[in-house]
């Protein structure tokens, strides 16, 4: 019944994105004047179907899988007045951009709903480490950070996306901070330490005892562990919480001995043994803040785009980490493994009640819309950024891309997208089921 219950929430999530993302290049096509055969809700065979004075047909089909958005001539050689390539290059562009740019609306309409019932993250330090490095460079508990490493910030997930792609190693902190009015930017080493880790992150607040990541080559790595694996006991003592895991690991520091735990993935448990490392740490000497406080209106709205950047940014460095291997494509998710963190998602926060369990969907909405627009937007061909490319080719060399040649080079592109589907899907289940 869960599972059903996480393919459904899976299902219209989904199905909500596409159908936005179709919506955009619908409405931006009927503004340039292009013919629109057919705009459809779901997939499939036609349940329902009218065709308007427009010529438009409007159905909704059996499978509700998001929709899609038919123009005149867009993958012919049809120049016929209101075909699609009959319309000037800007005209084409805007219609292009128009679907990932309503998937980042969506985003921004529905983090207004979140921040507006629970309020934003503001990124200000809640403590200082008295005599740390942070402290002696002035750093004080209530600055409020707006830039981390370079980094612009407003929040406080978003220091810790910097943290995440770009681990302190020694390096100066750089930070720019806000009190009383007047901005200021200190520099200076961070703090070190060494010590036994067994390498993950986790956040004390969560319900549960869930790894948030598992950097590679750690001793958790080592041991099979990865993302999303929930810790239910270490050396015998049973762990329920995020708080519960760290009390333990406060109580009993690692040393070098062994370390027996059990993790429980898709529901399975499983014990492995982890070897502590001896690493050397390094700390910024400071705590931000992650607890959400209400904004007025005008914060709602500002902290709403806020949230878009977050996003939009957290794809971006994941990508990068993915192309420069700091993250193996092992911990790449495709739609199996998206429909299983919705369901772990749902399973979670269910036992809270309604709002937090619907609240919480809501904000894997706004991950997954910007995502999408993300995504759409890389100048891979069979995508929406695909198309932009060969449009701005178009533009820099005057002359229109042949249409075989431009149907030639996303055909390519669809099977290798599909390639990479099946891999997504092949690497979703071989987890599933280790």
């Given at each position: 019944?869960?599972?059903?219950?996480?393919?459904?929430?899976?299902?219209?999530?989904?199905s909500?994105?596409?159908?936005?993302?179709?919506?955009?290049?619908?409405?931006?096509?009927?503004?340039?004047?292009?013919v629109?055969?057919?705009?459809s809700?779901?997939?499939?065979?036609?349940?329902?179907?009218?065709?308007?004075?427009?010529?438009?047909?409007?159905?909704?089909?059996?499978?509700?899988?998001?929709g899609?958005?038919?123009?005149?001539?867009?993958?012919?050689?049809?120049?016929?007045?209101?075909?699609?390539?009959?319309?000037?290059?800007?005209?084409?562009?805007?219609?292009?951009?128009?679907?990932?740019?309503?998937?980042?609306?969506?985003?921004?309409?529905?983090?207004?709903?979140?921040?507006?019932?629970?309020?934003?993250?503001?990124?200000y330090?809640?403590?200082?480490?008295?005599?740390?490095?942070?402290y002696?460079a002035?750093?004080?508990?209530?600055?409020?950070?707006?830039?981390?490493?370079?980094?612009?910030?407003?929040?406080?997930?978003?220091i810790?996306?910097?943290?995440?792609?770009?681990?302190?190693?020694?390096?100066?902190?750089?930070?720019?901070?806000?009190?009383?009015?007047?901005?200021?930017?200190?520099?200076?080493?961070?703090?070190?330490?060494?010590?036994?880790?067994?390498?993950?992150?986790?956040y004390?607040?969560?319900?549960?005892?869930?790894?948030?990541?598992?950097?590679?080559?750690?001793?958790?790595?080592?041991?099979?562990?990865?993302?999303?694996?929930?810790?239910?006991?270490?050396?015998?003592?049973?762990?329920?919480?995020?708080?519960?895991?760290?009390?333990?690991?406060?109580?009993?520091?690692?040393g070098?001995?062994?370390?027996?735990?059990?993790?429980?993935?898709?529901?399975?448990?499983?014990?492995?043994?982890?070897?502590?490392?001896?690493?050397?740490?390094?700390?910024?000497?400071?705590?931000?803040?992650?607890?959400?406080?209400k904004?007025?209106?005008?914060?709602?709205?500002?902290?709403?785009?806020?949230?878009v950047?977050?996003?939009?940014n957290?794809?971006?460095?994941?990508?990068?980490?993915?192309?420069?291997?700091?993250?193996?494509?092992?911990?790449?998710?495709?739609?199996?493994?998206?429909?299983?963190?919705?369901?772990?998602?749902?399973?979670?926060?269910?036992?809270?009640?309604?709002?937090?369990?619907?609240?919480?969907?809501?904000?894997?909405?706004?991950?997954?819309?910007?995502?999408?627009?993300?995504?759409?937007?890389?100048?891979?061909?069979?995508?929406?950024?695909?198309?932009?490319?060969?449009?701005?080719?178009?533009?820099?060399?005057?002359?229109?891309?042949?249409?075989?040649?431009?149907?030639?080079?996303?055909?390519?592109?669809?099977?290798?997208?599909?390639?990479?589907?099946?891999?997504?899907?092949?690497?979703?289940?071989?987890?599933?089921?280790?």
């Amino acid at each position: 019944m869960q599972t059903l219950i996480s393919i459904i929430i899976a299902l219209i999530i989904f199905s909500v994105l596409v159908l936005i993302h179709e919506f955009g290049h619908f409405i931006v096509a009927k503004k340039c004047g292009v013919v629109v055969n057919e705009f459809s809700v779901g997939m499939g065979p036609r349940l329902l179907s009218r065709v308007a004075k427009s010529g438009t047909r409007y159905s909704i089909k059996a499978l509700p899988l998001g929709g899609s958005c038919a123009m005149l001539g867009e993958d012919e050689d049809n120049a016929e007045e209101g075909s699609f390539n009959s319309k000037p290059l800007w005209a084409r562009m805007a219609i292009v951009v128009a679907g990932p740019f309503f998937n980042f609306i969506l985003a921004f309409l529905l983090a207004l709903i979140v921040i507006g019932y629970n309020g934003v993250d503001i990124s200000y330090v809640s403590k200082v480490t008295e005599g740390s490095n942070a402290y002696e460079a002035g750093l004080r508990q209530g600055d409020r950070i707006t830039k981390y490493n370079g980094a612009t910030v407003s929040v406080g997930r978003e220091i810790y996306l910097e943290d995440y792609v770009s681990p302190l190693d020694g390096s100066d902190i750089s930070v720019t901070f806000v009190r009383d009015g007047k901005k200021q930017t200190i520099s200076y080493a961070p703090d070190s330490e060494e010590r036994y880790i067994v390498g993950i992150s986790y956040y004390e607040t969560d319900p549960k005892a869930t790894i948030s990541s598992v950097p590679k080559g750690s001793a958790m790595d080592q041991a099979g562990v990865v993302a999303g694996d929930e810790v239910v006991e270490i050396n015998g003592t049973k762990i329920s919480t995020g708080k519960d895991l760290k009390e333990y690991i406060d109580a009993h520091p690692f040393g070098k001995e062994e370390i027996n735990i059990t993790v429980k993935r898709n529901n399975k448990e499983k014990k492995v043994v982890v070897v502590p490392q001896m690493t050397k740490l390094y700390s910024s000497g400071f705590v931000y803040n992650l607890a959400r406080d209400k904004q007025s209106v005008g914060g709602v709205l500002k902290y709403s785009l806020v949230e878009v950047r977050y996003e939009i940014n957290t794809v971006l460095k994941s990508l990068k980490m993915l192309v420069t291997g700091k993250v193996s494509a092992n911990e790449v998710s495709g739609p199996v493994g998206i429909v299983n963190v919705i369901g772990d998602t749902y399973n979670q926060t269910k036992s809270e009640g309604f709002m937090v369990t619907l609240f919480t969907m809501i904000n894997l909405a706004i991950m997954l819309s910007a995502n999408l627009g993300v995504m759409n937007l890389l100048p891979i061909p069979a995508l929406d950024g695909g198309r932009l490319f060969l449009y701005i080719v178009e533009l820099i060399i005057r002359r229109p891309i042949p249409k075989e040649k431009e149907g030639m080079i996303h055909f390519i592109g669809f099977i290798l997208l599909m390639v990479l589907m099946v891999f997504l899907i092949f690497n979703d289940i071989r987890k599933i089921i280790l």
